[in-house]
């Protein structure tokens, strides 16, 4: 089974700054690999897939890149909506996995 | 428009059953596959398993091997999840997800079903 680690677990932040995620893969994942937002009490929301593919209606300020083991979610300028937790998934292999999260919190 | 509709609330006893059904609509069932994954209070997310609506083929998690069972129903374009042997730590949010036919890679999940709060309890 192919493990993600990602980084930070938190990130305090102010809106308007830039945002930084890492996930990491224990192997390649080729570029097969998404990011998802979730709110408190919500369901998860694709926002990247393929690394670096922006789902429909995702705003441009979210970009993905990477490949193989080492990828990052960007988030350009954060707004009051963006501070959530953060998931990526790894979609290479079966039985796909899920990163721990990291939670970007209002400074 | 794409709608994922999973059934409601449950509460069991340990070593019970649940079935949670997953109805999806505004698009070709069998084109796709369901994925479900679970969320344990305050925890984070965790994959399941897959199934594909086109043909049946079933991936499941290693921690759920033995335990659970994945089935779609073509002719109502529903989803079914059930787990058997339930423990309190089966605890958790169940969620549906549209998911590729026969592949995850070059997909995401897009389309996910409110989710279904499953209470393990004696």
């Known amino acids: 089974e192919i493990v993600l680690t990602q980084s930070p677990a938190t990130l305090s932040l102010s809106p308007g700054e830039r945002a930084t995620l890492s996930c990491r893969a224990s192997?390649?994942?080729?570029?097969?690999l998404a990011w998802y937002q979730q709110k408190p009490g919500q369901a998860p929301r694709l926002l990247i897939f393929?690394?670096?593919n922006r789902a429909t209606g995702i705003p441009a300020r979210f970009s993905g890149s990477g490949s193989a083991t080492d990828f990052t979610l960007t988030i350009s300028s954060l707004e009051p909506e963006d501070f959530a937790v953060y998931y990526c998934?790894?979609?290479?292999?079966?039985?796909?996995?899920f990163g721990g999260g990291t939670k970007v919190e209002i400074k | 428009q794409v709608q994922v509709v999973q059934s409601g609330a449950e509460v069991k006893k340990p070593g019970a059953s649940v079935k949670v059904s997953c109805k999806a609509s505004?698009?070709?069932?069998?084109?796709?596959?369901i994925s479900w994954v679970r969320q344990a209070p305050g925890q984070g997310l965790e994959w399941m398993g897959w199934?594909?609506?086109?043909?049946?083929?079933?991936n499941y998690a290693q921690n759920f091997q033995g335990r659970v069972t994945m089935t779609t129903d073509t002719s109502t374009s529903t989803a079914y999840m059930e787990l058997r042997s339930l423990r309190s730590d089966d605890t958790a949010m169940y969620y549906c997800?549209?998911?590729?036919?026969?592949?995850?890679?070059?997909?995401?999940?897009?389309?996910w079903g409110q989710g279904t709060l499953v209470t393990v309890s004696s």
């Open positions: 997800a549209r998911d590729g036919a026969l592949t995850a890679a070059g997909t995401g999940c897009y389309y």
């Open positions: 199934i594909s609506a086109y043909n049946g083929n079933t």
């Open positions: 393929d690394a670096s």
């Open positions: 505004g698009y070709t069932f069998t084109s796709y596959g």
């Open positions: 192997q390649s994942v080729s570029s097969y």
């Open positions: 998934q790894q979609r290479s292999n079966w039985p796909l996995t």
